[in-house]
């Protein structure tokens, strides 16, 4: 076992952990602020990169077609989250915990079909442009260059989120409303307007995700079923509401994941739910999250 | 006095149930045919060009008056998500609600292993036509299923006799298998690397890597079988997380660096990647329409597919499109629609396919059609790279020697 | 005794069911009897003590991998098997549960759904044991149940003792220490009730019963698969529950009929059936939170059951204390 097969995996295994990180800090973050886990959440991720997709179509013949089709359809995927939330979610908020899981479990079928009515059945590729389409050489080890600009998202959502809880304002009243939503409210702040505002950014991550998910490889039917569990454990570990966790628990999964390969390599998963139940038993809260709240 | 009245209505409900859903008289005439196939799920993509192609032959023949001129087909189509328990409903739901004749299916194997012993208890024939896991003919018998896609065991011997000879041509000493961590995914590779020690047995095998069937992200994989520097990679991986892997290996450059032969790259995928797929690889495909179109039933199928739906047909279509035939001809060779008459009709019969005269072989019902291995190339004749240099291994070339299934069954006994 | 006796008249309503009724239906009825039996079960976590389980499935696959196994491997008796299940079933309750029931709320949610997807895994994996993704198949009956009808009639019993079993239960002392739990924990375990221990008990007998339905299914649908394990499975239980409303012990029971009754008449002429049940469901949760018991309980004064799981404040509401 030489060290470049060492690095290359630690490499594979950071982009996996960007990937899902993508994914979990928008559920981290719904949770941490609203107290609704969004089982929904994988689902949406999918209609996210359906939606990159259909704009890569209209502007195939253009270069940048690509890169203008994962911002967009972050932006579309928040409006539909938008509505989600007025329709939907704005009504269990002070419902018991089963129902609202109940409502984003629905929510699963129920966007899960419309978007096989909407774009069919069949798979999804999209052509990169050949800037990212080939590999880069790390000390003579290829690697995928298009996971260079996975990567170089995952931290820029992870930077920009950071600056967001900790030096606007609005991310100061989020941060407070996670701890006391009756404080906030009490110093006259809105809190529905507050939540909607959680729920579309976390939407728009898990869109941004999504699109940027697409031009890995196909785009294809149930493939949020199989992250969604993956996510959950990402936060799990790390942490709910808290966005250190989420990034450490997202690496922490990658490389369990991209190591447990080379050892044991049916086990990977496995692996990844006794670490989760781990946690779970020992430390419910989670690496960095907030001892539990009632 | 509310109670009652609250009772009485349930009750009546659950008889006015009941009497609508009496067993009506099956009328004699048309031949109901069930379809129960993934239309949602890992499989959707190729069960929907089967139902497709399915469709296309049912109308076909409905255009004569149906099987032997006067038994117009009624297709019924049920969705087996994928899940074996959700298959098996849809079968007891095709042949008790439906009364459907015959079950043409479905995806996945465990799924065709699931509804094998339903169609055999209720004595409807079972034709898959899309799974090929070898479990559904080589044990557990049942005279009611008859398979038209050439089994794993075909498929991985085909392969095996192509890679040994290039192995032997470039000296490859070494390989590494990657292979979908489910029952196909396994059992081919088994079958390879088992046929691999038998036809050459000095390659020594590696590593074996078991990504899970969905898996999306396959860079640990692509860098951990890029480390362990092998001198070619066997492929087992499902046909739809196919498209992701090949993707995926290409931006690193995989195939350049290290020889991929014989993996599975069935039609579907040739016109999916037609655009990023590396052309020069070596790859196995169960049914490709344009090795045979100087069978006249070929080109004819070709033809109305693309009038119909406006593209090609994959392997699925094919072998869909010949199993409802194979039932037509088992119909006529009976003279009735009788299931019983069919069912021994069919056995060991010699049909007519859009892939030739095959026959089926008597010990398990497996159909005699071949595995095609060719290289990955662009076609003038068609918008997607085809197989050039295609080498046909026919059935009976490939199938397990029946001493050994018998084996197999004493076993499982 | 004399309340319950309408149950009387529904008991012989399904036992003249087969004569009534298509063989197709007679196949929807057990089912509906399988199910309704795993969602009581579930009903006993989530009604009585309040806490919602996403992993009850995973006691139902061990249950159905139990019986599967024992009748395939070694020819054991359908009635052994049963039993076997349960054992199973409740083996695995006891060592998962002994970590779930330190917690509550969505922490014991999780925790369910992560050892449901655990044990999902281990019998997808360990394919040399239980065959992996490609299941196990060749489970059938003996000659005595193969036919649907006696193996209708056979289910009917079993579903209706351990209906009663379980009534029972909910009626006992322990029962009503399940109340008090899911009512208030801490008072409850103020007063002495070491409620760990108890959540605990409840959690293994409700996996036991959810093992026997799992037992049930094997030989009815010939075979069995590992996605019996799977979240989607426990979610189906939820679902069932919440329909008919988890306030009332029939409640599942309701939902499993309307559930099972609804998935087999849709899926008759659509395949969108995840669409239908997904609308229901959040229609359900937004309008009608108690379900269907709950619904009837506001508009039909005879529901108003005095023994409603976990409303022990509420009756002093009602006009029968």
Redesign the interface.
């Known amino acids: 076992m ?1 060290i ?2 060492i690095f ?2 630690f ?3 950071l ?2 952990g960007m ?1 899902l990180f993508l994914i979990a800090s928008g559920l981290s973050l719904i949770f941490g602020v609203m ?1 609704i ?1 969004n089982f929904a959440h994988a689902s949406l991720w999918l209609v996210g990169a359906y939606l990159c997709y259909t704009f890569w179509c209209l502007m195939q013949d253009y270069g940048f077609g690509m890169w203008v089709s994962i911002p967009l359809a972050a932006l579309s995927l928040a409006a539909i989250g938008w509505v989600i939330e007025v329709v ?1 979610i704005r ?2 908020y002070n ?1 018991e ?3 609202q ?3 984003t ?6 966007i ?3 978007t ?2 909407i774009w069919g ?3 999804k ?1 999209i ?2 442009p050949p800037l ?4 880069v050489f790390f000390f003579g ?7 260079i600009f996975v990567i170089l998202v995952g931290f820029a959502v992870a930077v920009g989120l950071w600056l967001f809880l900790k030096k606007t304002r609005y991310g100061h009243i989020v941060r407070a409303a996670v701890f006391s939503r009756e404080m906030v409210s009490a110093l006259g702040i809105p809190i529905p307007r507050i939540y909607t505002g959680v729920f579309v950014l976390g939407i728009f991550i898990a869109g941004l995700a999504g699109a940027v ?1 697409a031009p ?3 785009i ?4 949020d ?3 969604v ?1 993956q996510a ?2 990402v936060v ?1 570990i790390g942490g709910f509401g808290s966005l250190l966790g989420t990034f450490v628990g997202s690496i922490i999964v990658g490389e369990v ?2 190591f447990s ?2 050892f044991w ?6 692996l990844i ?2 670490v ?2 781990f946690i ?2 020992v430390r ?2 989670g690496l960095f999250g907030t001892p ?1 709240r009632a | 006095m509310k109670k009652l009245k609250l009772v009485v209505i349930v009750f009546s409900f659950f008889l006015l149930v009941g009497l609508g859903t009496l067993d009506s008289v099956v009328a004699a005439e048309p031949y109901h045919l069930g379809v129960d196939l993934a ?4 499989g ?2 190729y069960c ?1 060009d089967g139902v497709d192609a399915i469709k296309l032959a049912v109308e076909e023949i409905n255009a004569q008056g149906g099987f032997l001129g006067n038994h117009p087909i009624k297709l019924f189509i049920r969705d087996t998500h994928t899940k074996p328990d959700v298959a098996v409903r849809g079968a007891r739901d095709l042949i008790l609600r439906d009364k459907v004749r015959c079950v043409l299916g479905t995806y996945s194997s465990a799924c065709a292993v699931a509804i094998k012993p339903v169609c055999q208890e209720y004595k409807v024939l079972h034709i898959p036509a899309v799974s090929n896991s070898e479990n559904i003919t080589k044990i557990n018998f049942s005279p009611y299923t008859y398979q038209v896609v050439p089994n794993s065991y075909m498929q991985a011997k085909a392969v095996v006799l192509g890679v040994a000879g290039l192995a032997k041509k470039k000296g490859w000493k070494n390989y590494v298998t990657i292979a979908s ?1 489910y029952e196909w995914g396994r059992s081919t590779q088994q079958n390879t690397v088992k046929l691999l020690k038998q036809f050459a047995p000095e390659l020594k095998l590696k590593k ?3 990504p ?1 069937l ?11 079988i ?2 362990q520097k092998p001198d070619f990679v066997i492929g087992s991986v499902a046909s ?1 997380d196919n ?3 090949m ?2 290996a290409k ?3 995989f195939f350049e ?1 290290i020889p991929y032969p014989g993996s599975l790259i069935s039609v579907s995928e040739l016109i ?2 037609a ?2 797929l590396t052309r020069g690889l070596v790859g196995l495909c169960r049914a490709p329409f344009f090795v045979h179109m100087d069978i006249p039933m070929m080109a004819n199928f070709v033809k109305n597919f693309k009038a119909k739906y406006n593209r090609y047909p994959s392997d699925w279509a094919v072998m869909e499109y010949d199993a409802v035939y194979a039932l037509k001809q088992g119909i006529e060779k009976a003279g009735s629609i009788d299931t019983e008459k069919v069912r021994v009709a069919l056995k060991g019969a010699t049909i007519d396919t859009c892939r030739g005269r095959l026959f089926f072989r008597c010990i398990d019902n497996m159909l005699s059609c071949s595995s095609y291995i060719g290289v990955v190339a662009d076609d003038p004749k068609y918008p997607f790279p085809i197989y050039h240099d295609v080498v046909e291994v026919k059935g009976p070339d490939s199938w397990r020697p029946e001493a050994e299934i018998v084996a197999a069954r004493a076993a499982k006994k | 005794m004399k309340k319950y006796w309408w149950l009387g008249l529904i008991f012989i309503g399904a036992l003249i069911l087969p004569l009534v009724v298509g063989k197709f239906w007679v196949h929807v009825a057990i089912e509906i009897l399988i199910l309704g039996l795993f969602a009581v079960s579930f009903n006993m976590i ?1 009604g009585y003590m309040g806490q ?1 389980s ?1 992993g009850h499935a995973a006691y139902y696959g061990v249950g159905a991998y139990a019986t599967g196994m024992l009748m395939v491997k070694a020819s054991v008796p359908l009635p052994i098997c049963l039993v076997a299940s349960m054992i199973a079933a409740g083996i695995c309750a006891l060592i998962f549960g002994y ?1 779930c029931v ?2 509550t ?3 014991f ?3 369910t ?3 449901g ?2 044990m999902y ?2 019998i997808f ?1 360990w394919y040399s044991f239980t065959g992996g993704d490609d299941g196990l198949q060749g489970i059938i009956p003996p000659d005595l149940l193969f036919s649907a009808n006696a193996y209708y009639y056979f289910t009917l019993c079993i579903v209706a003792a351990a209906l009663i079993v379980m009534w029972y239960i909910s009626r006992s002392p322990f029962g009503y220490t399940m109340r008090a739990i899911r009512g208030n924990a801490d008072r409850t375990r103020f007063i002495g009730i070491n409620v760990r221990k108890y959540m605990l008990i409840n959690f293994v007998v409700a996996a036991m019963f959810a093992g026997l339905a799992g037992g049930l299914l094997g030989p009815f649908n010939r075979s069995i698969a590992p996605d019996l394990c799977n ?1 989607h499975q426990s ?1 189906v239980p ?2 069932m529950t ?1 329909i008919g409303g988890p306030l009332g012990f029939f409640g599942p029971m309701i939902g499993s009929v309307i559930y099972t009754f609804l998935m087999a008449f849709v899926t008759g002429f659509t395949e ?1 059936w ?2 239908v ?6 229609f359900v ?2 309008f009608m ?1 108690g379900g269907v018991l709950g619904l009837a309980e506001e508009r039909v004064k005879i529901f108003r059951f005095k023994h409603m799981a976990g409303r022990v404040d509420e009756s002093i509401h009602t006009e029968n204390p």
């Open positions: 030489d470049s097969l290359a995996q490499l594979s295994g982009s996996r990937m107290n886990l939907l009504r269990v419902r915990l089963p129902e899981l109940l409502l479990y629905g929510m699963i079928l129920v899960s079909d419309l096989k009515l059945v069949e798979d590729l052509t990169r990212v389409a080939g590999p080890m290829p690697f995928d260059s298009y996971f998910q890995i490889g196909s294809t039917l149930g493939m079923m199989a992250v569990i959950f454990c799990v994941y991209a390969i080379l390599p049916q086990g990977a998963l496995v739910f006794i989760t139940a779970l038993i419910p809260w539990m | 239309i949602t799920g890992t959707a993509m929907k961590d074996e890597f078991w899970p969905g898996e999306t992200q396959y860079t640990s994989y692509i860098t951990a890029m480390g739809k498209v992701a892997w993707k995926q931006a690193y450059g660096k999916i990647q655009k990023t | 989530f919602l996403f970590f330190r917690l709320g969505i922490y949610a999780i925790l759904l992560a050892f997807q655990l895994y281990i994996q979240w979610g939820v679902f919440v969108y995840p669409l049940i997904g609308l229901v469901i959040i949760v937004l939170p």
